[in-house]
């Protein structure tokens, strides 16, 4: 299985070199709808270090979602799915305290198509 | 014309990714036959569906279990679900199978003859969470009634467009049916999908199954589908429409230029099916031969990780004209839709009946 998965994702990089990839992520089953969302994945990290940021607090919003995760001990986050091609507004909160340090508070605004997401804060006074 | 070196390589190379796919078979999308009761009577139906049906609709909960067993394995922000039936818009309680389905965490579409959309019943399906919808028109007005069994259709599917175009947020495209009595109005058709704002358009030929078997003027010949791909393919170079060739089945030389991906035939693979009596199947339409179980008696995702070995594992399908065919490596068979059981040849072969 896992030799599986390492041949499979080569072979979307392949693809994608050839500008053919974009028809693996999303497909039409033949009496199916469109599909129509994009998972919401990305990174957090110092901005100073380039480690990962545990204990942050992502929200997110866009017209017609709103979604809420924390990142986990590597940085990482994953919020969920919202409705494809969605300008987000992105707010960071640090909720755990003084435990890896301190981090000022961001919100930015991003155009969101299915990129990772990848932020970079910088410690708080 | 031939295939460039670099076409030929982008084929060898998915052909291998799908290989590995059907090792690994991630579901990724999943049609729940939320219904067989159905407001029309097509004459080209797959699921043979009646206006009454003695299968009782799926009580919502029983489904919504299902999506917690999937929950244990997959994202389910990774897993598309899609209501089908008979007509989806028959059950009153849609929109409740809309939140509980948006309540677990899955997006979900519908597929719909547009008949019963109205402003107020989509705007509450929205509501509901609804992310995706595809509307049938299958010709102008004569004709989509004739295959649609009903004077009262397409009024019907003229309405649901404006509805379903003017929303930016619910992703929609229309499908249509070719045959012999539309292929000469296609442009009349696009030119109106274009005026009422629709994005995407998606055309499919007619699978000789269910009551489609019966009815001679809906299937194309060669030269017919040669036509088609031939229109798919401008309609493509002028970009005012999306328009593209459904995954129904392998295309040959066009393969590459009707359709943004590759022919893969995904039943079993990445997509499985709920039908209404529980069964556990690929696609709705597949023949019921290729049932694997049933959520009454087995869970759902022990039928998905254990069975589906006839489709995950294809071999058994180079037989009849795909046997010495050069382009089995490409298409793999074909469609599963279009086998009648595990040791049956191919119904059709769009790409052969192009040579004849």
Known sequence: MKIAKVKSSVYRKVLGVFGAAGFLVTFQACYGTPQNFIDVNGKISDKDTQEGISGLRVNIISDTDSLTATTDSAGNFYTGIISRNNKLQINIIDIDGEENGSYAELDTTIDYEDQLIDLKLSKSN | MPLTIKQRLVKRVFAQYAKTQAELYPLTYLFWECTLRCNLNCIHCGSDCKKESHIKDMPVEDFTKILKEISSKYKPGEVMIVLTGGEPLMRKDLEECGKQITASGFPWGMVTNGLMLTQERFDSLVKSGLRAI?????????????????????????????????????????????????????????????????????????????????????????????????????????????????????????????????????AGINIGSVLADGSVSACPNNNHSFVQGNIYNESFLSIWENKFESMRNRKWMKNGVCKTCKDYKYCNGGAMHLRENCKSTTLRCLSKDMTV
């Not at chain 2, 619910?170 to 292929?183: E, F, P, Q, W």
């Not at chain 2, 696009?190 to 299937?219: C, M």
Request: hydrophobic residues 35%.
């Open chain 2, 134 to 266: 595809t509307l049938s028109m299958d010709g102008l007005e004569e004709n989509h009634n004739w295959m649609r069994g009903s004077n009262k259709s397409f009024a019907g599917v003229e309405r649901a467009l404006k509805i379903i175009s003017a929303n930016e947020n619910v992703v929609h495209d229309v499908v249509t049916c070719v045959n012999k009595r539309n292929l000469h109005e296609l442009e009349q058709i696009r030119q109106k999908l274009i005026s009422a704002g629709v994005k995407a358009w998606r055309l499919f030929t007619i699978a000789p199954i269910g009551r489609a078997v019966n009815y001679e003027d809906l299937h194309l010949n060669g030269s017919e589908i040669k036509t088609l791909f031939e229109y798919i393919r401008q309609c493509r170079a002028d970009k005012k429409i999306k328009t593209s060739f459904s995954c129904e089945a392998y295309a040959g030389d066009y393969d590459h230029e009707i359709r943004d991906g590759l022919f893969f035939c995904r």
